[in-house]
C-alpha cells in the first residue's frame, strides 16, 4: 500500500456508536492515519468518549453537533474541516465495521490515482454478508435502477464506503449538495460523473453492523427514491442539474 498518510482524513459520522468506537478507533490508529468523528450529540457518549482519548493519541478529532442532523450534512461539514486543515484526501467510512480495513487498504492504495475511488458491492470480487436474499436482492435492484435513471456506468452508486481527492469535491461543489440521507452517496457519485471526473470502483465486502441499530428509515428510502425520479428525468431529458 503506497500513499501519503499525513494528507488522508478519514471521516466518520456517529450517532450512538459506542460499542464499536473504541475498536474502530484502536484499528485507524495501525494506519497511522488521521480520523475526523463527527458526532451528533450521541446520548450514548460516543462523542465525550472520543474527546477522552484524544488526549492521548494524536491525528484523532471530534467535529460535535447539536442532534442527529443527517448523514449528507456531517460530511459536507467533515470535508470543509479537512480542507481547511490541510488534507487532500477524504474518505467516508462507517464507524460499525459494516467497512474493513482490509478492503480501507485497497481504497487508500488508489487513492493518489483517481478522483474518486468508490468500494463496491457490484463489481467482481465484491459483494455483502450477514444480508437475507431479500436484503441483497433489494439492494442490488436499487443499485440498477440507480444506473438505468441516471444513465450511470457505475455499480455501486450507493456505496458509502468511497475517497475524494480535495479537486474532486471542489470540482462538484459539494457544499451545495441537497441530500441528507443515504441519496447523498447517489448525488455525490452523479456529480463526479457530470464533471467526468476519473472514478475507481474497487470491490469490497459489506458487512452486516457488527453491533448496535442501523440507522435505516422509510424517510430516509423515500428521499433517495424521489432524488431518483426527479433527477432521472433530467437525465433522460439532457435538463441541466443542479
Not at 463489481?123 to 441483497?136: E, F, L, N, P
Not at 456505496?159 to 441528507?180: A, H, Q, V, W
Request: overall charge positive; proline content about 2%.
Amino acid at each position: 500500500m503506497t500513499f501519503n498518510s499525513e494528507s488522508h482524513l478519514i471521516i466518520v459520522p456517529t450517532y450512538n456508536e459506542i460499542e464499536n468506537i473504541s475498536e474502530f478507533i484502536n484499528q485507524v490508529t495501525k494506519l497511522d492515519i488521521s480520523l475526523l468523528v463527527v458526532d451528533d450529540n450521541s446520548p450514548d457518549g460516543t462523542g465525550t468518549y472520543v474527546e477522552n482519548i484524544m488526549k492521548s493519541i494524536p491525528n484523532i478529532f471530534i467535529f460535535k453537533r447539536e442532534s442527529k442532523l443527517g448523514l449528507g450534512s456531517a460530511y459536507r461539514e467533515g470535508f470543509q474541516w479537512g480542507i481547511s486543515n490541510g488534507f487532500s484526501y477524504f474518505i467516508e467510512m462507517d464507524a460499525d465495521f459494516s467497512h474493513s480495513f482490509i478492503d480501507l487498504k485497497k481504497i487508500l492504495s488508489y487513492s493518489e490515482n483517481s478522483d474518486v475511488v468508490i468500494g463496491s458491492r457490484y463489481v467482481s470480487g465484491g459483494g455483502s454478508t450477514g444480508w437475507d436474499k431479500r436484503r441483497k436482492l433489494l439492494s442490488a435492484t436499487a443499485n440498477k435502477i440507480s444506473q438505468l435513471l441516471l444513465r450511470s456506468s457505475i455499480y455501486d452508486m450507493t456505496s458509502g464506503f468511497r475517497c475524494y481527492s480535495k479537486n474532486s469535491l471542489e470540482k462538484i461543489n459539494y457544499s451545495n449538495t441537497k441530500s441528507d440521507g443515504y441519496s447523498f452517496q447517489i448525488e455525490m457519485t452523479l456529480r463526479c460523473i457530470i464533471k467526468n471526473l476519473s472514478i475507481k470502483e474497487v470491490p469490497i465486502i459489506f458487512n452486516e453492523r457488527r453491533l448496535g441499530n442501523s440507522k435505516m428509515s422509510k424517510s430516509i428510502v423515500m428521499e433517495a427514491l424521489l432524488f431518483l425520479l426527479s433527477n432521472g428525468i433530467k437525465r433522460w431529458l439532457n435538463l441541466k442539474i443542479n
